[in-house]
C-alpha cells in the first residue's frame, strides 16, 4: 500500500519517515565534526556535504508535508488521553518545524557569511540574503538552538514510541515500521 489509510501508514509516508530520521543522523555528525574542525579544506569539505544533505532533507520535508496533506492520518488510539494527543500532535509540530527551519537557518548562515550553497556540486542555489555579519550570528545562533531543539523533541518522541510499544502495547510503533502490515 503507497498511500496512508486512517488505519496504517503507507509506504510512502514510512520511507520518507526513515530516510529523514537517517539523513538527520548523519548530518548531525557532520555538522557538529565540521564545526569542531579548524578552519581549511577539510572543514570546507565537511560543511559542504553538510550543506547539501541538509538541502535534501527541505527537499524531503517538502515532499513529507505535502503527501501528508494530499492523504488520510491514522488516527490516534482512543486509549490515549486528550492531552497525551496533543502533547503527540505539538511534538510533530515541532520536528516538522525544525525539518524546514534548520536547513532555512543554515542557507541563510551561509548567505550571510557569503559561502554559496552547492548541492553535491551538482547545482548551485541562490544566495538567500546579502553577506552581514549581524545576520551570520543572528542566524548561527538560530541554527545551532534548532539543532537542541529538534534533539530534544526527537528523544521525546522515541521516548513516547517506546512507551506505545512496551508499556500501552499498541499499534503505533509497529504501524510505522517498515516491512510490518498493520
Ligand atoms: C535538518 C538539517 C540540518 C541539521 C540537523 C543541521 C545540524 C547542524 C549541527 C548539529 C551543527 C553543529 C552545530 C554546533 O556547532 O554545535 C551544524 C552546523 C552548521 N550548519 Fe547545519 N544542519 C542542517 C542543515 C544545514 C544547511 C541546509 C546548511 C547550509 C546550507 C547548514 C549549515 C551549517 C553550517 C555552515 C554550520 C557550521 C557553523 C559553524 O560552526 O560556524 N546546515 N548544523
Ligand atoms: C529525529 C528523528 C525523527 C523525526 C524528525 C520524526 C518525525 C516524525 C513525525 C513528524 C511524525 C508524525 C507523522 C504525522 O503525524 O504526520 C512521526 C511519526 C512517528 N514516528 Fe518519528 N521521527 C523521528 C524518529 C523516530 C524514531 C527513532 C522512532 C522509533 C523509535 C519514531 C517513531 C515514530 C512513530 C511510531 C510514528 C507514528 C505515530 C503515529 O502513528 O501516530 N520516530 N515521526
Not at 541538509?54 to 501528508?68: N, P
Not at 551570520?136 to 534533539?151: A, E, K
Amino acid at each position: 500500500m503507497l498511500g496512508n489509510s486512517t488505519q496504517a501508514w503507507g509506504s510512502i509516508s514510512k520511507l520518507l519517515h526513515w530516510l529523514i530520521v537517517a539523513l538527520l543522523l548523519t548530518q548531525y555528525t557532520l555538522g557538529w565534526i565540521g564545526a569542531g574542525l579548524p578552519i581549511g579544506m577539510e572543514k570546507l569539505v565537511v560543511l559542504s556535504r553538510h550543506k547539501s544533505f541538509g538541502i535534501l532533507i527541505l527537499a524531503l520535508a517538502v515532499l513529507r508535508v505535502t503527501w501528508r496533506l494530499l492523504n488520510p492520518t491514522p488516527a490516534l488510539p482512543a486509549h490515549m488521553p486528550a492531552l497525551q494527543q496533543r502533547l503527540a500532535r505539538a511534538t510533530h509540530v515541532v520536528l516538522y518545524g525544525c525539518l524546514f527551519a534548520l536547513p532555512l537557518s543554515g542557507w541563510v548562515m551561509s548567505s550571510a557569511r557569503n559561502f554559496s550553497v552547492s548541492f553535491f556540486n551538482l547545482f548551485q542555489l541562490p544566495d538567500l540574503v546579502g553577506p552581514g555579519d549581524t545576520l551570520y550570528v543572528f542566524s548561527r545562533s538560530v541554527h545551532v538552538g534548532l539543532t537542541w531543539i529538534l534533539l530534544a523533541a526527537a528523544l521525546l518522541h522515541v521516548a513516547a514510541a517506546l512507551k506505545h510499544h512496551f508499556i500501552d502495547r499498541d499499534m503505533v510503533l509497529r504501524r510505522m515500521l517498515p516491512f510490518i502490515r498493520s
